[in-house]
């Protein structure tokens, strides 16, 4: 395939994102349809994490519902996507090349940071999905994951990074208007976007040390797929989409870089 892939971030939010948060869903609809449609998609979710690297080599990835307290409608949700056992694969080799010990999972499925946001920019669930773990190291592990897997956007491969530019439970308002955002929340989400736009890859590896930054995280691993993405990347620059907040902590801010 000619075209070189770009890469996705998306904050996913809550796991009722796609009954509450139609701004954020207009949003990933707009991303299918601008992107090239890939041969497959490799998605790396916030909500797994293993020892290494680990990539699903499921043929048939269940719709995993990860979650509990939200409506019933959410849990009937089907992602039927077939898998990409050959990607995992090659995701393995590239990884090992790379010097990071990786591994393959026989049955792994797809969590909701994968399947909400795929369900809306690829409806039909037709193309092929594996899912790639991340690990309890920091952001210059990750990013190095994404530099090491930045070759498979020559392969017609879309790699798309499912995280939170904002996650603390503290600051949620279940009852929060629509497109209200915390303070402290929408300034770290706008330096994220300073430092994205001007490519400060220290200034956001040191992102804990930034205004906010280590309140936005009580944990890490939300944010760690943005730095996958980043990685990918390879230093193209991003487009930034500014949704609305969900329940006024959660930044549901998405980027695409394109060659």
Known sequence: MSTRMPVVFVSHGAPDALLKSPDAVACWREIGLRIPQPRAILAVSAHWEARVPTVSHAGAPATIHDFSGFSPSLYRMQYPAPGAPALAERVVSLLSAAGIAADLHPSRGLDHGAWVPLSVMFPKAQLPVTQLSLTRQGASAHLGVGQALAAL?????LILASGAITHNFAWLDWDAAAGQALPQALAFT????????????????????APNGAASHPSEEHFMPLFVALGA????????YRPEFAYGGLAMDAYTWRD
């Open 233 to 240: 990347a390879d230093g193209d620059s991003p487009e930034r």
């Open 153 to 157: 956007r020559d392969e017609g491969v």
């Open 190 to 209: 706008d330096w994220v976007g300073e430092q994205l736009a001007a490519r400060d890859v220290p200034a956001l590896l040191a992102y804990r040390d």
